[in-house]
């Protein structure tokens, strides 16, 4: 009877305490600190790679030790599905008790879930480690796909458009967009990108946009303002010429990235790309592609972004998301991110700012020969603006999808 | 819910007032016609090959060893969840896939996989053929379920005697009563097919998807408004699943008016041997192809490298499940205790609902009770994403916020009307003069219905009891979007696993979720036997 009572005093206490507790300003992170331990913080991440699966499920044993904040990782096969969630708690009028947390998101998803009020912020400048990114110096931890953060998510890492092939059977592949299409033209069927909307594909899209075009600079504001018609001929020209020589004769596309290196073990392809630089490495690891499989960027640099984390407007814990978002951008997690037995994300930390025992933790490199070449990563080109990559997918479905 | 956002209104994105630009954007997609007929008929192709294939076995078992065999083997692919099914019979029957591999370089000369369009394909053809692998089981065992109170032995002795071979003598004289017994798992079949999403986006068209699969693909853009273009394709999906419905309908009027003929034509061996062994080696093609499938999910699991045209992979590696063990076993508890309240809770008012028409005497015809019914199979047909969505925001709106008792409800919606499928028929037409004598000995009814009713209708019982454990523990949607994703199940997680492409990954979840409901199964096949074994006449019902 007491134990029964107990509980009900609980149920009443959370029930009161709860979203008071769920808004702590968040420039007063001793408080935070206080109002974090003993929260759990359900985080809606992308499932879909046993690696940062695993990175996430240390993550949560690291703030639990230090924090006292237990994380959940609720894995979702689409980002989509978390803003789902929160879109149907707020037209439900549910504004303080949400079932979403964290949320690992960038690019369309941010600028949509910002454009609808979606977000919690602005925190990401209060976080302690977030200096330790150097914003001044980086713009591209505060700027997702042109739009400015403007502290309504933190930055956790760094993705580039990464090649991949099998050094058993090709000696030399094409490094650049119009070599690509040479290269097609005679090894017909062994190449391929992934079916538009994917991201990965569209990326491929936006790459050979920028490649070809004379001018990119259009490509770097709204889509409204330039004539879309124009800017994008080269691209469509480009693809009427590779689509013929590409994998089932350009008529059918893999679903997205995983399903596109799924056709390279299965030696279908001979050539493929990525959003993860260490994703080849680490598949040669897992017995998924083979063993020769070497990886590069194109020369003049890839397309590459950063991929934040944001807390929704109706998260119940607000205080121990933060605690999370900083450890995630601690040096510590940073380095162990990057390692690539790990997982192998690059970091948004800038290394070369960091004191001497930070900096040590990054410079572990590894000599798996399936990773890019030391250097490749250098040159990184910015994201256009998010507009056009809606932009491009509407107009491929017009033009190839079949009536 | 989902009506509205369907004409421009949801609040919370900006959609204050009616409209029809949802539809005008709906019909302005590139590929919507192409969707719409292909969503149409998978579901009737799918459904009428099923159909024909169990009527054919069916009226040609004659209790050979091999019959029996056969069947045993069917009945458990029911339990194996569609996607698993789908991502065996992917790798089977793919370029490079167990097939390819078994005849290369051998007889093809293949090195490399040719680059031939066979999964995936756009006229869907393989998207059939996987849904097939699975509604065959799913008719067959309503079918045996239904079978027993017909009596089929005596009819076809009946019909034998008077000159008829058996296969035939079988199709004329039980199909006719049979079919009635099936008709709405037949529907559901339709419904199932016409708007099934997973299997779709493993085996089905990409360019254009099926509906199912794009209406999904616009919930999840990004572009938040598109969800109110989605919400109006999801009524449009109500609409081909309803027409798929009526020609089906139509369709059943012309084969009664034509098949009454064949019936009465009074021939009585035309075409019998090769009817009873079409039904035979479909059916058997179909099992093996399941089976073997689900063999290559298995040696996926458990594969090293495999490079092309090798027929079994470089070395085998534990590491897989090993890595999987942790997780799949914190899901694995969770899965159970879900399928199991929900099963249960959907026996209990099924029982429940059943006991009380019959002691009323209300009969289904009645308009009420028609109307209550169809509510009733209302999940089964309207696309999971679009009653969901609304479901959620219904049950938000209510405070109700408890991830658990929010996940069993919504398991509870999708395993009601499948128990109601596999119990209801049987339990109208049980023979109400076994409960009269009761009576006439002064047995009440309660008591009539725990030793007369349960213990003779225990083999529908427990087949409905396994196809709810199967279609509970097959859920996807409703977990994921009512439990907030707060309650891993197997299927969530082999869903998001999935999303990352690794087969080795694919492989053990996938298998797992397969032999999960076996369990199920075996119970339901076993049981009846363990009980019954002095009762010869009750031991065939599965």
């Known amino acids: 009877m007491r134990s029964i009572f107990t509980l009900a005093t609980l149920m009443v206490a959370t029930l009161l305490a709860g979203p008071s507790m769920a808004a702590p300003a968040p420039d007063d992170w001793k408080t935070v600190l206080s109002e974090a331990r003993g929260q759990t913080v359900y985080w809606n991440a992308w499932g879909g ?3 940062t699966n695993d990175y996430i499920d240390w993550v949560n044993r690291q703030v639990q030790a230090k924090y006292g904040v237990d994380v959940v990782h609720v894995k979702v096969d689409d980002t989509g599905v978390a803003v789902s969630r929160v879109l149907a708690e707020q037209t439900a009028g549910n504004r303080r008790d949400g079932s979403v947390d964290l949320i690992w998101l960038n690019g369309e998803n941010f600028a949509a879930m910002r454009e609808h009020d979606l ?31 403007d502290g309504y998510e933190s930055p956790w890492g760094k993705a580039q458009i990464t090649f991949y092939y099998d050094s058993a059977r090709i000696a030399s592949p094409p490094r650049s967009i119009e070599a690509i299409l040479d290269w097609a033209r005679h090894h017909p069927g062994r190449f391929t990108y992934p079916r538009i909307p994917d991201f990965t594909g569209s990326t491929f899209l936006k790459q050979a946009l920028l490649s070809l075009t004379a001018n990119p600079e259009p490509l770097y504001a709204p889509v409204e303002e330039s004539d879309f018609e124009s800017v994008t001929a080269p691209l469509w020209d480009y693809l009427e010429a590779l689509h013929p020589h590409l994998w089932r004769d350009g008529r059918q596309f893999p679903a997205n990235g995983p399903a596109m290196r799924r056709l390279m073990a299965d030696g279908e392809l001979d050539l493929a790309f990525t959003f993860n630089p260490s994703e080849p490495a680490a598949a040669v690891d897992d017995f998924e592609l083979p063993p020769m499989t070497r990886s590069y960027v194109l020369d003049g640099g890839t397309l590459g972004n950063v991929h934040f984390v944001a807390i929704p407007a109706n998260s119940p814990h607000k205080a121990g998301a933060m605690v999370v978002a900083n450890f995630l951008l601690s040096p510590r997690a940073q380095a162990h991110k990057q390692d690539i037995t790990v997982w192998g994300d690059r970091t948004v930390l800038d290394v070369t700012r960091l004191d001497d025992p930070a900096r040590k933790a990054f410079a572990a490199t590894s000599d798996n020969p399936a990773l890019p070449p030391r250097g490749a990563l250098q040159t990184t080109l910015p994201e256009p603006h998010p507009s056009w990559m809606t932009a491009l997918q509407e107009e491929w479905r017009k033009r190839y999808i079949r009536e | 819910m989902a009506v509205l956002p369907a004409f421009g209104y949801l609040p919370a994105l900006g959609g204050q007032a009616l409209s029809l630009t949802p539809w005008q954007d709906l019909l302005a997609q590139p590929g919507l016609a192409r969707s719409v007929i292909l969503s149409f008929t998978t579901g009737l192709v799918t459904t009428a090959v099923s159909v024909v294939v169990v009527l054919l076995f069916l009226a040609g078992v004659a209790g050979t060893r091999l019959d029996r065999w056969i069947q045993r083997l069917v009945s458990p692919l029911l339990s194996v969840p569609h996607a698993a099914a789908a991502f065996g019979l992917a790798f089977l029957i793919a370029p490079s896939g167990l097939i390819a591999r078994f005849v290369s370089p051998g007889l093809t000369g293949w090195e490399r996989p040719p680059d031939w369009q066979i999964v995936q394909d756009p006229w869907g053809i393989s998207l059939m053929a996987g849904l097939i692998l699975k509604e065959l089981p799913f008719l067959l065992l309503m079918s045996l379920a239904m079978l027993p109170q017909l009596d089929p032995v005596r009819r076809t002795q009946m019909a034998r005697s008077l000159g008829y071979h058996p296969t035939l003598a079988w199709l ?31 085996l089905g068209p990409t360019m254009p998807p099926t509906l199912a699969v794009s209406i999904l693909s616009w ?10 273009m989605a919400s109006a394709g999801a009524l449009l999906q109500l609409g081909v699943t309803a027409m798929a419905l009526l020609t089906w309908w139509m369709l059943e009027r012309g084969i009664r008016y034509l098949g009454y003929r064949w019936v009465m034509n009074g021939h009585r061996r035309r075409g019998d041997a090769m009817l009873r062994n079409t039904g035979k080696i479909l059916i058997l093609l179909a099992t093996l192809t399941a089976f073997i499938g689900l063999g290559s999910l298995a040696l996926n699991s458990a594969a090293g490298f495999w490079h092309f045209p090798d027929l079994l992979p470089q070395g085998f590696t534990p590491r897989h499940w090993q890595h999987a063990l942790p997780e799949l076993s914190v899901s694995l508890i969770t899965t159970l205790v879900v399928a199991i309240i929900s099963t249960l809770a959907a026996l209990i008012l099924v029982l429940a609902a059943l006991e009380n028409e019959q002691r009323t005497g209300r009969r289904p015809s009645e308009a009420r009770l028609q109307s209550a ?15 969901l969505f609304g479901l959620a925001v219904v049950l938000e709106s ?25 119990l209801s028929e049987a339990y109208r037409r049980f023979d109400p003069r076994w409960l009269h004598l009761a009576a006439s000995l002064g047995t009440s009814q309660n008591a009539a219905f725990w030793r007369i009713r349960f213990p003779m209708l225990l083999g529908p019982i427990l087949t409905a009891i396994a196809v709810g454990l199967a279609i509970s523990i097959g859920l996807y949607l409703p977990t994921q979007l009512l439990g907030a994703g707060r309650l891993p199940t197997v299927t969530t997680e082999a869903v998001a696993l999935a999303a990352g492409g690794s087969r080795r990954i694919i492989g053990v979840w996938a298998l797992t979720q397969a032999c999960l409901p076996l369990l199920g199964f075996i119970l339901a096949l076993g049981l009846p036997r363990l009980l019954w074994a002095r009762r010869q006449g009750m031991k065939g019902t599965l």
Do not use: C, W
């Open chain 1, 49 to 51: 790679d046993v690696r």
């Open chain 1, 119 to 149: 977000l919690f912020g602005p925190f990401a400048r209060h976080l302690p480690n977030f200096s330790l990114t150097y914003p001044e110096h980086n713009p591209e931890v505060v700027t997702d796909f042109t739009l400015p953060t």
């Open chain 2, 398 to 422: 209510l405070g109700i916020r408890i991830p658990s008792v929010m996940v069993v409800f919504g398991h509870l919606l999708f395993v009601l009307p499948y128990v109601f499928l596999a």
């Open chain 2, 373 to 387: 019914q169809g509510l009733l199979y209302l999940p089964l047909i309207v696309p999971q994403i679009a009653f």
């Open chain 2, 172 to 202: 004329k004289v039980v199909t006719p009563a049979l079919y009635p017994l099936i008709r709405l798992p037949i529907f559901a079949v339709i419904a199932y097919a016409s708007s099934v999403v997973d299997v779709a986006m493993i």
């Open chain 2, 219 to 228: 919930f999840h853009d990004p572009d938040l408004s598109r969800r109110f």
